[in-house]
């Protein structure tokens, strides 16, 4: 295999797409709390994303190694690892690469940034290890998504009071994402005897409870920032291309992911820039 195709192998293991939208999300939401400071963006919000990269590289990385052979059994071809366009070795490589970014970029920005930001690696390693395939798998999605809010505005020195608001959020937006996807590998899981919570609830169900509750947060909190005095129009607009996301996913697993990751990162900015 060419080295073209083997670095494709490397994104591909790393979960591209919500690795994308989460590192997008921390930028957008430390550049906002920055500028409402009237900080410029400087070496902390570097190292701060960098911190977020490296755990979603780590984290996507280490799904798929401890996965390769449940993912090989279900014939999942689009998994790297799976289908053999990577090896264990390189892709404990890649982990490993994660890791150490994230540790580097840590160690510089202090301790309760250091801590926040082992707390959601590790509440997503206990995901990949073993909380995954059982009823209490979306304990990890309200943990570590629970902690990023606070890890990023730690991680670029602004008080977590600015942000703490926003932790209770969290909670119904992270379970509709665990759920939606559950329900797009729903039939692959089941074929390996998983037992997460979609998979107690049904594929069907959980596309529609992950739909209504990823809507119902987009919808409070756009109606209580309204009520309140502090919608903008930039922050509408925001809100409203997060709604169009989500409610185009409707009955669908795979577009109701997909519309969860263009929403989280809308109304992270939204929310931001509402909260001021």
């Known amino acids: 295999m060419g080295f073209g195709l083997r670095v494709l192998a490397a ?3 790393v979960h591209p797409a919500p690795t994308v939208a ?12 920055l500028a409402q400071t009237g900080v410029p963006i400087d070496d902390r919000w570097l190292l701060t994303v960098g911190a977020v990269l490296g755990s979603q590289v780590f984290t996507g990385a280490v799904n798929d190694l401890v996965d390769r052979n449940r993912d090989a059994t279900a014939g999942r071809v689009e998994k790297p690892l799976a289908a053999g366009d990577i090896s264990a070795g390189a892709a404990l490589w890649v982990a490993s690469a994660g890791l150490a970014l994230q540790l580097a970029a840590s160690l510089r920005l202090g301790t309760l940034p250091l801590l926040l930001g082992a707390g959601a690696t590790l509440s997503a390693l206990a995901y990949n290890l073993w909380l995954s395939r059982t009823p209490l798998s979306v304990v990890p999605y309200l943990v570590s998504f629970g902690l990023l809010p606070l890890w990023v505005a730690a991680g670029v020195g602004v008080p977590l009071e600015r942000v703490v608001a926003a932790v209770p959020l969290v909670a119904p937006f992270a ?5 939606a996807n559950v329900a ?3 039939a692959a899981d089941a074929a390996t005897g998983a037992r ?17 509750l990823a809507l119902g947060v987009g919808l409070g909190v756009g109606a209580g920032l309204t009520l309140g005095g502090a919608a903008q129009v930039p922050g509408l607009a925001l809100g409203v291309v997060g709604l169009a996301a989500v409610a185009q996913g409707a009955g669908s697993a795979s577009r109701l992911w997909y519309g969860i990751l263009v929403a989280g990162v809308c109304w992270t900015a939204a929310w931001a820039l509402a909260t001021a």
């Open 11 to 13: 994104i591909r293991l």
């Open 175 to 179: 379970a509709a994402a665990h759920l």
């Open 196 to 212: 997460s919570a979609g998979q107690v609830l049904g594929r069907e169900r959980s596309v529609w409870v992950a739909w209504a």
């Open 22 to 33: 989460v590192t997008a999300l921390s930028a957008i939401l430390g550049g906002i709390l």
């Open 184 to 186: 797009r590998d729903f």
